[in-house]
């Protein structure tokens, strides 16, 4: 089971392009698609869930080319948009009863799937509540059983936790998790805590290209040594933040705390234990200053 992008680039009327030359291998796992808002990641997802057409460059899976058949991935591919939206009036069980059979599941398949997706995803107790009165996190929780309905070998999130609460974060994070295995889950987001916590593999994303393909230990190796914190009277801060690549302030007592980014000791500084924010800050800016990581 592998899923391959080669060389793909799409570019948008009015001659903007939203990805270059992007490359990228996935296996069964999750991987994380890390980048700043508007780095290509929306538009990556559109063309590997075929809604999209790339501009150069091809999407195979298994071998396939999707371009030429896109049929390929649609049978096994269970996609959440990042704006995802319900029928307010119909209750969850219409909702999924309905888009099964847009997915061609018999009814028996579908009765059982749907009940076993509601427990999945805690919504049993509220199944014939409309969706219009649903929570964001209850929509996207709906959002996931209906990616599922068809027990897809790749799963596509995008921007999935956007607009959730803190609890309701974290219980989707721990679905995501639950749901890896012999499956291809690809978790597009700007919100490292989110990759943290689930992916396997991280792909940092920026200006529509490839800045580096890794796991998340490998990420924070190439920071190691170089975070640092010093302390400083807030009247000195944006001279630092002139001066350094900063990845967090917290004001006390004694003055300002930050933590910065740098390759050598910045003057008094103590070293801290890289973070994955640390090493995806620096992987950015090191791409925006010169060649990709």
Not at 22 to 44: D, E, W
Not at 223 to 235: H, T
Request: proline letters at 5%; aromatic letters at 6%.
């Amino acid at each position: 089971m592998e899923l391959t992008i080669e060389r793909v680039s799409k570019q948008y009327r009015g001659g903007a392009w939203a990805l270059r030359d992007f490359s990228l291998r996935l296996r069964p796992g999750v991987i994380g698609l890390l980048g700043p808002n508007g780095a290509g990641k929306t538009t990556l997802m559109s063309i590997l869930a075929t809604i999209t057409r790339a501009t150069q460059g091809s999407v195979l899976w298994n071998d396939t080319d999707l371009a030429r058949d896109p049929d390929a991935i649609r049978s096994v591919l269970g996609y959440l948009p990042q704006d995802f939206g319900v029928y307010p009036n119909l209750n969850a069980l219409e909702f999924l009863e309905y888009l099964a059979a847009v997915k061609g599941l018999d009814a028996a398949t579908s009765r059982r799937r749907i009940n076993e997706l509601l427990n999945l995803v805690n919504l049993s107790d509220v199944r014939k509540r409309p969706l219009g009165a649903y929570s964001g996190g209850m929509k996207q929780r709906i959002g996931i059983a209906q990616a599922l309905l068809n027990d897809p070998q790749i799963l596509i999130v995008d921007e999935p936790t956007a607009g959730l609460d803190p609890e309701e974060r974290v219980r989707f994070r721990n679905l995501l998790s639950e749901l890896s295995g012999e499956r291809v889950i690809i978790l597009s987001t700007h919100i490292v805590s989110d990759v943290e916590a689930t992916a396997t593999d991280i792909a940092l994303i920026s200006g529509g290209k490839l800045v580096a393909h890794a796991t998340p230990e490998e990420l924070l190796r190439r920071v190691e040594g170089k975070v640092w914190e010093d302390v400083v009277p807030s009247g000195e801060l944006q001279s630092v933040k002139q001066r350094y690549l900063i990845s967090g302030t917290a004001r006390r007592a004694d003055g300002v705390h930050i933590r910065m980014l740098s390759a050598t000791a910045p003057n008094g500084a103590q070293p801290l234990a890289p973070t994955l924010e640390d090493a995806y800050l620096y992987c950015l800016s090191t791409h925006r200053a010169g060649p990709a990581v």
